[in-house]
């Protein structure tokens, strides 16, 4: 990502064949609705977490049948090109998947809340036809000590859930916040994939204090707070990004796409913090859920696959290349890269909602209702040591205490969602890369003619996420910690291989 780019013209596709582990022989697993998480700055792997595997078409060419939930963390050297897994189920028992995740890499972590377990998740599972279970806790991955912490959700309202989405933000308290946005919920006591499940306003978010799960005890403090202004209809499968204004002053979090039961969404909202407003800054006319989205460079977000239909038959749509390319202070589409773009600055539509301008100074620094309680506020109001936010900040390097955590050994990866992780890896180790040539910078309407494609975005316009998935549980015989996810709605990649960039968003994401 050194150099700019147009995926109308110059961007490519590469497939890296998959090897089995050369210390035990093992393949990766396929699976789909995984995380997956780069590790810091002096480390070449990308980690693959949970997932499950779809038995839709059992005659897809590489179908696998669900592995032992032993092996839930894998990694790929992506300079060695050599797969590696590793055993956390003393703190996280299971293979969850459609959970929410985020990554800190400034700390080597990675973490994970929620999501369910079902007939894809391990080998005895795949016995028991349409069990899906939601889980508890929240998972926090090492990724320096390939280790799992399972801290505790029991304060936390409106828990278990599947389908939100997570944000870190590091530049609140010693280091950083992780806020927990929408999707679905129902009781564990569940355990039928034909269960229905409970949509989360959008109107609460909920957040942990990253220091406070640096302890032995496994529980960490978590918050709620009601948000205002323009709130987001509720969803799940969205995409969230986090940038920081210059000087601090506001943290803003962007939610993209997503879908209910009803509707997929072309929209992009803003949720900034402390103020916690909702602002909509976009909506179009090409919806899309189940895509992820990445920042890159000085002030852009990547978004790569997702679907724009239920029906993953019905074909691609606009994004040939799986690619699309959103400049978060100008609140535009394009199709170009800019490997030279200035910093980030507030968009002018947010800033008219919090104070301040382009450059921060934010005068709205408290909810409209007040902080739900002073230990919350006191969190935003930290000045110690610690992360100090914006985007390539210097962080403190710290991952999670060895007291608390489960010992990690070898093992491989995999799966639909590597397709994306590799190239968005290997864009965000080179986003720190300086430049001296001249820069390019396209202007003109990305949308290839078309007017009612999600490539000509009106700057003026905002917008939200959607879901749509009746949701199960497991059954009481088990006793999980974590998640799981509906097998019947994602696709597989071939066992073979592993592709950066699909053409057909439709072939890695529900």
Not at 155 to 184: F, Q, S, W
Not at 205 to 232: C, E, F, H, K
Not at 257 to 265: A, E, K, T, V
Request: proline content about 5%; charged content about 15%; hydrophobic content about 35%.
């Amino acid at each position: 990502m050194s150099t700019s780019w147009d995926w109308k013209s110059n961007i490519s596709i590469v497939k890296v064949n998959k090897t089995a582990n050369p210390q035990t022989g093992t393949f990766p697993p396929v699976v789909g609705h995984a995380a997956l998480y780069r590790g810091g700055d002096s480390d070449n792997n990308i980690y693959l977490y949970g997932g499950t595997v779809d038995f839709t078409n059992t005659t897809f060419p590489g179908w696998q049948y669900p592995t032992s939930n032993q092996y839930s963390l894998w990694s790929y050297d992506t300079v060695a090109r050599t797969w590696n897994q590793y055993d956390v189920t003393l703190n996280a028992p299971e293979r969850p998947a459609s959970g929410a995740y985020a990554e800190a890499p400034e700390l080597n972590l990675g973490f994970w809340l929620n999501g369910e377990i079902d007939t894809g998740s391990d080998n005895n599972l795949a016995l028991k036809p349409g069990f899906e279970r939601y889980l508890d806790g929240f998972v926090v991955i090492d990724t320096d000590k390939q280790m799992a912490l399972n801290v505790s959700t029991a304060t936390l309202d409106r828990t278990p859930r599947i389908g939100g989405g997570l944000a870190y933000v590091p530049g609140v308290g010693p280091k950083g916040i992780v806020v927990a946005i929408g999707g679905t919920t129902r009781s564990v006591s569940e355990s039928s994939n034909s269960s229905s499940a409970t949509y989360l306003s959008m109107g609460t978010v909920d957040l942990i204090d990253v220091a406070s799960i640096d302890s032995t005890d496994q529980n960490g403090t978590w918050y709620s707070q009601q948000t205002s202004g323009d709130i987001p209809d509720p969803r799940i499968e969205f995409c969230l990004i986090a940038m920081e204004a210059p000087d601090n002053s506001s943290h803003n979090i962007y939610l993209y796409g997503g879908r209910d039961g009803d509707q997929i969404f072309d929209q992009v909202y803003i949720l900034s913090l402390p103020s916690f407003t909702w602002t909509k800054v976009y909506e179009g006319q090409s919806p899309r859920f189940g895509h992820t989205c990445n920042m890159v460079g000085a002030r852009q977000m990547i978004t790569i696959g997702g679907s724009a239909d239920t029906d993953l038959t019905n074909g691609c749509d606009w994004e040939t290349k799986s690619v699309a390319i959103y400049d978060l202070t100008a609140l535009t589409w394009g199709s170009v890269y800019n490997a030279y773009a200035p910093k980030y600055e507030v968009p002018s539509l947010l800033y008219q909602v919090i104070g301040g301008s382009g450059n921060g100074s934010a005068n709205v620094t408290a909810p409209v209702s007040g902080f739900n309680s002073s230990a919350l506020a006191d969190l935003f109001q930290y000045t110690g040591p610690g992360v100090t936010g914006g985007s390539g900040s210097d962080a403190k390097k710290s991952g999670i205490s060895g007291g608390a955590i489960a010992g990690a050994v070898v093992g491989s990866i995999a799966g639909a969602a590597l397709i994306a992780g590799l190239a968005v890896f290997l864009i965000l180790r080179r986003r720190r890369a300086t430049h001296s040539q001249q820069p390019y910078y396209s202007t003109t309407d990305p949308k290839d003619d078309n007017d009612t494609s999600a490539i000509a975005r009106n700057p003026d316009q905002r917008a939200e996420l959607a879901s749509n998935r009746a949701l199960n549980e497991l059954s009481s015989e088990r006793n999980v910690h974590e998640l799981a996810l509906n097998p019947g709605s994602h696709k597989q990649v071939l066992d073979g291989e592993v592709a950066e960039l699909d053409g057909s968003p439709a072939s890695w994401k529900r």
